[in-house]
T-cell receptor, first 112, second 114 residues
Framework: SQELEQSPQSLIVQEGKNLTINCTSS?????LYWYKQKYGEGLIFLMM?????EEKSHEKITAKLDEKKQQSSLHITASQPSHAGIYLC????????????FGKGTMLLVSP | GAGVSQSPRYKVAKRGQDVALRCDPI?????LFWYQQALGQGPEFLTY????????KSGLPSDRFFAERPEGSVSTLKIQRTQQEDSAVYLC????????????FGQGTRLTVV
């Protein structure tokens, strides 16, 4: 089965600082999804990457999928308190209908 | 509705009690997924429906877990004779089509078995 390892497990950054979260897969990624989750809430879709080398941005968040398609990074520029939450990467297990395997998540806290 | 709706938001059950969790997906969405999220963990796949057909139930942890989507819209996840290890957040997600596409998640049902 495919496993996803996220690093770091948790992160505290000062408001305005940049940060990067990594997601490494044990197998080739056919589709990599980034979600954000606030405590007690559902998952909010951020981005989906499919092609090796692909990079997508939304507001101050940029996600990349490396050429070998086994690692993705999520970069937040000039972090704000609203960025706080748990970031989860999910991999399409290539079942044909987008069943996702998730990492354990990275908890981000942004201090004022 | 505008998004995926799950009810109840919170459920406390006594060990041995049966529970039923409801998911209202986004109207017209073909695919529906159930995930289980234990505290401090990522969501884990339970089962998948394409319309009313349950195409994958490989993630259901035991035969105490049963899911249905009889008319291809609302889905119910039923857990019989609940155990403490069933305590978790149960998340429902739906997507418009099959294949690699964005899945929209509900807010989840937090089940606590005492």
């Amino acid at each position: 089965s495919q496993e996803l390892e996220q690093s770091p497990q948790s992160l505290i950054v000062q408001e305005g600082k940049n940060l990067t979260i990594n997601c490494t897969s044990s197998k080739t990624l056919y589709g990599l999804y980034w979600y954000k989750q606030k405590y007690g809430e559902g998952l909010i879709f951020l981005m989906m990457l499919q092609k090796g080398g692909e990079e997508k941005s939304h507001e101050k968040i940029t996600a990349k999928l490396d050429e070998k398609k086994q690692q993705s990074s999520l970069h937040i520029t000039a972090s704000q308190p609203s960025h706080a939450g748990i970031y989860l990467c999910g991999a399409d297990v290539s079942s044909g209908y987008s069943t996702l395997t998730f990492g354990k998540g990275t908890m981000l806290l942004v201090s004022p | 509705g505008a998004g995926v709706s799950q009810s109840p938001r919170y459920k406390v059950a006594k060990r041995g009690q049966d529970v039923a969790l409801r998911c209202d997906p986004i109207s017209g969405h073909v695919s529906l997924f159930w995930y289980q999220q234990a505290l401090g963990q990522g969501p884990e796949f339970l089962t998948y429906f394409q319309n009313e057909a349950q195409l994958d139930k490989s993630g259901l942890p035991s035969d105490r877990f049963f899911a249905e989507r009889p008319e291809g819209s609302v889905s119910t996840l039923k857990i019989q004779r609940t155990q403490q290890e069933d305590s978790a957040v149960y998340l429902c997600a739906s997507s418009l089509t099959t294949g690699s596409t964005e899945a929209f998640f509900g807010q989840g049902t937090r089940l606590t078995v005492v």
